[in-house]
Each structure stands twice: as C-alpha cells, then as structure tokens.
C-alpha cells in the first residue's frame, strides 16, 4: 500500500505564489511516475504536471507558470505554482503511479483571488 499526503494549499492573490508538496509512503518502488492533478468546481479532473525519471510533461494552461520537481531520497514531488491566476483555483491531488497500481491523495485546495 502507498499512501500519499498533500501540504502547501491556501488563499493567495492572483500572481502570487504557491509550493504544493506531496510526500510517499509504504511501498515505494524505485521507477514510479509522480504527478499533480486538479479539479475545479463543476470540472474534470485534469492533469498539472508529472516526473518520472528526469523526463516532466506540463498542462498546456500551466507551461511556464508551474514547475514540478521531486527528491526521491525523500519521496516527495513538489508543485511549484507562479503568476496564479484565478482559474488555477482547484483542487490539487497528488498522484503516484508504480507497476500498474494508481495511488491518490486526498487533495489540498488553492484558491486565487482576483
């Protein structure tokens, strides 16, 4: 079992900036895809931004803007989230996929003020 916990969520000011941090535990294997996804009231749960390996893929509406980033001695992926902007209001969850297995957290709320 692989459980995952998220932090960093709040209230911010459209172009400020928010770090989400999500740490791993259990039984982490040594090649598994992290990620960050969001769902905005009334939305699909898309995908933000994933890592594996050194390689990262970016949400188009996010390119530029975010940066995801991960210590694997930590088991932790980050989400580095600047220039906010009010659609970025969601929730964020973390994601880890290994051997076949999805894992989720429980998500933590950004909400940007205009």
């Known amino acids: 079992q692989v459980q995952l916990v998220e932090s960093g969520g709040g209230l911010v000011q459209a172009g400020g900036s928010l770090r989400l941090s999500c740490t791993a535990s259990?039984?982490?294997?040594?090649?598994?895809?992290m990620g960050w996804y969001r769902q905005a009231p009334g939305k699909q749960r898309e995908l933000v931004a994933s890592?594996?390996?050194?390689?990262?893929n970016y949400a188009d509406s996010v390119l530029g803007r975010f940066t995801i980033s991960r210590d694997n001695a930590k088991n932790t992926v980050y989400l580095q989230m600047n220039s906010l902007k009010p659609e970025d209001t969601a929730v964020y969850y973390c994601?880890?996929?290994?051997?076949?297995?999805?894992?989720w957290g429980k998500g933590t709320l950004v909400t940007v003020s205009s």
């Open positions: 994601n880890l996929v290994q051997r076949f297995e999805a894992y």
């Open positions: 259990g039984s982490i294997f040594s090649y598994n895809v």
């Open positions: 890592i594996s390996a050194g390689t990262t």
